[in-house]
Nanobody
Framework: QAVLAESGGGSVQAGGSLRLSCPAD????????GSWYRQAPGKEREFVASINRFGGGILYEDSVKGRFSISRDDAKEAVYLQINNLKLAGAAIYFC????????????WGRGTQVTVSS
């Protein structure tokens, strides 16, 4: 299974911002929806945000609404997650997923990018 290469993670102070990137791996990006998930130490991986292949249908997990913004650039074949006003609880490994459920189904994950938050 192909693995995506997220980037943009790092260490920031609470209240800071980061922009995570997820480039497609040569797949037909325009056919794929994009999502971001995160996993904090000792916790299950949780949904953060998603965007469909048309750039619409945007969904956010409740705790990130108003602070996180998901977007995509079909010319650059990448999905992004802009993180603003980062809270301590936002420290996690952030994973990208490119996917489609119509035949043939595709689900491709990245290895994750670490986001560390300090007070």
């Amino acid at each position: 299974q192909a693995v995506l290469a997220e980037s943009g993670g790092g260490s920031v102070q609470a209240g800071g911002s980061l922009r995570l990137s997820c480039p497609a791996d040569g797949r037909t990006f325009a056919l794929l929806d994009g999502s971001w998930y995160r996993q904090a130490p000792g916790k299950e991986r949780e949904f953060v945000a998603s965007i469909n292949r048309f750039g619409g249908g945007i969904l956010y997990e409740d705790s990130v609404k108003g602070r996180f913004s998901i977007s995509r650039d079909d010319a650059k074949e990448a999905v992004y997650l802009q993180i603003n006003n980062l809270k301590l609880a936002g420290a996690a490994i952030y994973f990208c997923k490119l996917h489609k459920t119509t035949f043939p189904a595709v689900e491709c994950w990245g290895r994750g990018t670490q986001v560390t938050v300090s007070s």
